[in-house]
């Protein structure tokens, strides 16, 4: 095997070929305040990427770089597309999901449940079958920072909102529910919990769903730093954001090999040509990394 770069880390033989020691990790753009929400559009050739506290979507392109696709954002955390190329971001400010009709008008998903206001949802995905599962954690209203201070009143919960637009709790299970991805084929959800993400010990856990019958099982503890943003792979592998940068997990739960970003990265998504460029939301920089693996489908 041949040595890799200084920003791979391999961990396990089995990390050396999904990667490509002459694929360099460059920075895109920064000056960000946070970045979050990663979204690959690959009929418009765009990365959609949300700087969270400045309460704006960008659009990133390879030949334009960085430009404004919207403000307000209304603060704007995970968001995904939806079988029919609809945008569904989460909002701190709003404290439901916002779908982008095709018209580019907004519909608010999700307002309340049991009579209340949604706490922040937190991250989003949609499964084939147009169900959405989302996290609502007690993030979203901690900090004028992401959004405004409010008040929460339901517990950390994670959602399934299925096409006929009825809203239930999937878990109540875990105190920080926070990062998404669906395994290809759509049979395991993982979710990334963070539980009390700034204190001395936060919990660190990727558990996996299954999203027939939502058994839930201990996945992989991620450290350093917690694990966020999450993404499969085409084989099912789970990329997961850490505080030194992504961490390969392999589906039987072994960390492979690490991206190095000497940053926090809170999020990132495959995309570009055939999937198989890693955008990362690091902190104040958008990174980007090609890999010899493809996103999930
Ligand atoms: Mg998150």
New binding site residues.
């Given amino acids: 095997m041949s040595d890799l770069p200084p920003w791979l880390d391999a961990k396990d033989d089995r990390f050396y070929p999904l990667v490509l020691p002459n694929a360099p990790l460059e920075t895109l753009a920064e000056g960000f305040a946070w970045l979050e929400g990663p979204v690959w559009c690959a009929d418009a050739n765009h990365l959609l990427v949300n700087d969270l506290p400045r309460d704006r979507t960008l659009r990133w392109t390879e030949d334009g770089g960085v430009s404004l696709f919207r403000q307000p954002s209304h603060f704007a955390?995970?968001q995904t597309r939806d079988q029919q190329g609809r945008l569904i971001a989460c909002s701190n400010q709003r404290r439901c999901l916002l779908r982008t009709e095709l018209d580019g008008s907004l519909t608010a998903l999700a307002t309340q449940f049991d009579g209340h206001p949604l706490n922040g949802p937190?991250?989003v995905v949609v499964a084939q079958d147009g169900t959405i599962w989302f996290t609502d954690p007690l993030y979203g209203g901690g900090t004028d920072y992401e959004g405004g201070k409010h008040e929460m009143h339901l517990p950390p919960t994670l959602y399934r909102l299925d096409p006929a637009g009825t809203l239930a709790v999937a878990s109540r299970d875990l105190p920080g529910p926070?990062?998404l991805c669906l395994s290809p084929g759509g049979h395991t959800l993982y979710i990334s919990d963070t539980g009390a993400q700034f204190g001395p010990d936060p919990t660190r856990a990727i558990h996996a769903f299954d999203t027939a019958t939502l058994a839930r099982r201990p996945f992989h503890a991620v450290t350093p730093g917690n694990a966020?943003?999450i993404r499969c792979d085409e084989h099912g592998r789970v990329w997961s954001s850490a505080a030194d940068g992504v961490h390969c997990i392999d589906p039987d739960g072994t960390h492979l090999g690490t991206i190095l970003t000497g940053v926090t990265v809170?999020?990132l998504c495959f995309g570009g040509r055939n999937r198989a460029r890693l955008f990362l939301c690091a902190s104040q920089r958008l990174l980007a990394i090609y890999t010899n693996v493809r996103g999930a489908p």
């Fill in positions: 955390n995970g937190n991250d926070n990062g966020d943003g809170a999020n």
